[in-house]
């Protein structure tokens, strides 16, 4: 039997996904300062029966300063890695299947609340610190107010993102992703929305970014994964365009990067994003077919079916599921059981098995549908 393309097997630098279900990196707002708790041991440890062939852990930052919320992880201090060493051990535990870590900078769009606590820029009697940015220019109305970064601080967070990458690399991760999407810092640098220097950082909107991941590069390992997650469009007039994006790609390509994920939007808060099903997959496809970067489409994809067109019609070459896989933890086994797939569930939970109980259907949505979206 020919295996659908969604459980094929994925070569990403040096390191083979056994399928193409990546888990895309969620912020659980759940640390103290910077270091895992409990509540990740228990979300790591869902996420390692999943199936999917690599987890990526939420955007993890740099700096105590780079942190979007109290609750945010980091890879700043030994504590953070001691803590992340823990959670990563309880998920191989469990599984084989590789995993991964993004690694970023909230920049002006730090310092703000938790979203169940409103999202919102952290109030006066909340501890709020002073965030930093390319240029003084607040993400929002209410929002505070950055510092544009020195050069002399630029290359300190070149040296910080380094360090970072090197304490994953202890740690043991299979891939790491370097977050250059959704309106943090190296977005920030890329848009001119955000960025309004007068000198080569703004010249150069590329600069920065790309200096990051050339010192990312020299120092994680060949025999593993390295990649990025970009913005494709700022959906602003004036803004980042899916051109600028294949341009981008085409130069982390030239640094060595294994892969890319395709996002879009959060540069501002006003923008109309016209979300619906797959909205994000054409840029991805755009940027697969003109770079031949090994690509990964995400947003608002929640079915088998809808999954494994995206990848029969050569549009992306992984799919990344984000809360639809919250939704439902056990979407690749139910979507193996539609495709007729046979996978290997943790020997605890064997006994759910379909194979085990011939005729039967265990109550699940038809299709591996999920209520929410990716």
């Given at each position: ?19 193409r279900v990546v888990i895309a990196p969620m912020c659980q707002y759940s640390a103290d300062d910077g270091s895992m708790t409990d509540w990740h041991l228990a979300h790591l440890g869902s996420m390692a029966c999943s199936g999917a062939g ?35 051990q309880v998920y191989r535990g469990i599984t084989k299947n590789p995993i991964g870590i993004q690694i970023g900078h909230a920049g002006r769009k730090a310092s703000s609340q938790v979203p169940w606590q409103g999202g919102k820029a952290l ?13 003084a220019i607040p993400f929002g109305e209410g929002w505070h107010t950055p510092r544009e970064l020195t050069k002399a601080e630029l290359r300190g967070l070149v040296d910080a993102f380094a360090a970072a990458t090197l304490r994953a690399k ?205």
């Amino acid at each position: 039997m020919q295996l659908p393309k969604l459980f094929t097997p994925v070569q990403i630098g040096g390191v083979t996904l056994p399928n193409r279900v990546v888990i895309a990196p969620m912020c659980q707002y759940s640390a103290d300062d910077g270091s895992m708790t409990d509540w990740h041991l228990a979300h790591l440890g869902s996420m390692a029966c999943s199936g999917a062939g690599l987890f990526v852990v939420e955007k993890t930052n740099v700096t105590r300063e780079g942190r979007i919320t109290h609750g945010c992880t980091g890879l700043y201090s030994d504590h953070n890695e001691a803590a992340m060493v823990r959670a990563v051990q309880v998920y191989r535990g469990i599984t084989k299947n590789p995993i991964g870590i993004q690694i970023g900078h909230a920049g002006r769009k730090a310092s703000s609340q938790v979203p169940w606590q409103g999202g919102k820029a952290l109030g006066p009697a909340e501890s709020p610190w002073q965030t930093v940015a390319p240029s003084a220019i607040p993400f929002g109305e209410g929002w505070h107010t950055p510092r544009e970064l020195t050069k002399a601080e630029l290359r300190g967070l070149v040296d910080a993102f380094a360090a970072a990458t090197l304490r994953a690399k202890r740690i043991g991760f299979d891939a790491v992703e370097i977050h250059s999407a959704h309106g943090y810092l190296l977005q920030q640098f890329l848009s001119p929305l955000s960025n309004q220097r007068t000198d080569e950082y703004g010249k150069n909107r590329m600069k920065f970014p790309l200096e990051v991941a050339a010192a990312m590069r020299e120092i994680w390992p060949k025999e593993r994964a390295l990649g990025i997650r970009i913005n494709a469009t700022d959906w602003m007039d004036g803004g980042w365009t899916p051109e600028d994006a294949v341009a981008y790609v085409r130069e982390v390509k030239k640094i060595g990067l294994d892969f890319v994920c395709v996002s879009s939007g959060a540069t501002v808060p006003h923008a109309k994003i016209p979300v619906s099903p797959g909205f994000q997959v054409g840029f991805a496809e755009k940027v697969k077919k003109e770079t031949g970067v090994k690509t990964r489409a995400v947003g608002m994809i929640a079915g088998a079916d809808q999954a494994e067109q995206i990848l029969v019609a050569g549009q992306a070459d992984m799919i990344a599921m984000a809360r639809a896989i919250l939704d439902n933890p056990r979407w690749v086994w139910h979507a193996a059981e539609r495709f007729g797939v046979k996978i290997d569930y943790p020997p605890q939970y064997a006994r759910v098995h379909s194979s085990l109980w011939p005729g039967a259907k265990l109550a699940r949505p038809e299709g591996a549908k999920s209520a929410a979206p990716a």
